[in-house]
């Protein structure tokens, strides 16, 4: 099994060189998403040996640098892709957990820091756990779903499962796309628990998505776009979860 870890980077010249030192442990295919970083990570990559790089010129979104790891998995027959990011939030040693859920025919495995307590765990900023849980609440209501964390990037997926999708939103909103697409499809769904980890409480999103209530309005009206797009071709369907033994 072919498997691809992707890192979509923005401006994370602090953290890049450590995350990548320590993901290359656990799979030997790294891909860096370059998303027009601007404070000299650009020139940091260049010194990291035996990585796939692609390089946005401009920086043109977190949804847009994941669906660049969408396409190339894609290109290059990969069976298997895992995105996580490069803040230090996502621990490299819960790879092998994510993989290990990709099975009885799972497609989509989510990471979630809701699902269970670590010892480590941080508190979540009010405003994010509160938007968060609004959004999984009207997600799971709408479409069947039964998820704990709408948001976390760091995920695992079946390289067939992504040629279904038709990702087109290049923001922070991507994910509820993805999870509209998903449930319409009937694409077979599975969360596992990670840590919660806020190194930087105070990172802010930019622009007006700092305010929690526009934030809050933009991904009410990704989910509302998303189902319009696809209501005409696609019946209503439910993912859920079965718990299985069968390995991958």
């Not at 260049?46 to 669906?67: F, L, M, S, W």
Request: glycine share 6%; aromatic share 8%; with cysteine.
């Amino acid at each position: 099994m072919r498997i691809l870890i992707a890192i979509p980077i923005y401006n994370e010249a602090k953290h890049v060189h450590d995350v990548l030192a320590e993901v290359r442990e656990y799979a030997p295919n790294l891909l860096v998403v370059n998303d027009g970083s601007t404070d000299g990570t650009a020139e940091l990559l260049k010194h990291e040996p035996g990585i796939y790089r692609v390089d946005h010129a401009t920086n043109r979104g977190y949804g847009a640098a994941v669906n660049s790891a969408f396409q190339f998995s894609i290109r290059n027959n990969y069976d298997v892709l895992v995105t996580m990011d490069c803040d230090g939030q996502h621990q490299p040693d819960r790879i092998p957990v994510l993989l290990e859920a990709l099975t009885c025919g799972t497609q989509i495995v989510s990471g979630s820091r809701y699902l269970r307590d670590f010892r480590q765990d941080d508190p979540p900023p009010t405003d994010r756990r509160f938007i968060n849980a609004t959004i999984v609440r009207e997600l799971n209501s709408a479409y069947g779903l039964n998820l704990t964390d709408a948001f976390c990037g760091f995920k695992a997926y079946r390289v067939s499962a992504l040629e279904k999708l038709n990702i087109t939103e290049s923001g922070w909103g991507m994910p509820l796309q993805l999870w509209v697409q998903a449930a319409r499809l009937d694409l077979r769904i599975r969360e596992v628990g990670v840590p919660r980890l806020y190194l930087d409480p105070t990172r802010a999103f930019g622009g007006v998505l700092n305010d929690p209530a526009e934030r809050l309005n933009y991904y009410r009206s990704i989910i509302a776009t998303a189902d319009d797009a696809l209501r005409v071709k696609v019946a209503t369907a439910y993912c859920h979860y079965a718990p299985c033994s069968e390995a991958v």
